[in-house]
Nanobody, 127 residues
């Protein structure tokens, strides 16, 4: 059982920055693809970004490409999401996710492709 805990959300003005963190309970986090998703009320959870086990490849939704950066520190069992140039449309609850099952690929954007989730952290961008 992998436990994930997000932190770093908050209220920020448009154009500002936030850094989200996702702390994992296991030291084996380096064996997992990690992802960030977000969700607003009434909409499905959407893919934001993911990172491979070793951190050598990263993937982004088109809506955040060039503004968000995902990274990981496996020694600290932590994954980060640096969010710059935040826009009102980025307002959502952000979730960290871990894919622990066997992976044929290193790129998964569907929420059903991930096995464990954090409780989420609210990001609110004021316009």
């Amino acid at each position: 059982q992998v436990q994930l805990a997000e932190s770093g959300g908050g209220l920020v003005q448009a154009g500002g920055s936030l850094r989200l963190s996702c702390a994992a309970s296991e030291r084996t986090i380096g064996s997992y693809i990690m992802g960030w998703f977000r969700q607003v009320p009434g909409k499905e959870r959407e893919f934001v970004s993911s990172i491979t086990k070793g951190g050598d490849r990263t993937y982004y939704a088109d809506s955040v490409k060039g503004r968000f950066t995902i990274s990981r520190d496996n020694a600290k069992n932590t994954v980060y999401l640096q969010m710059n140039s935040l826009q009102f449309e980025d307002t959502a609850v952000y979730y960290c996710a871990a894919r622990t099952r066997y992976s044929f690929s290193d790129y998964y954007t569907a929420s059903r492709s991930y096995d464990y989730w954090g409780q989420g952290t609210q990001v609110t961008v004021s316009s």
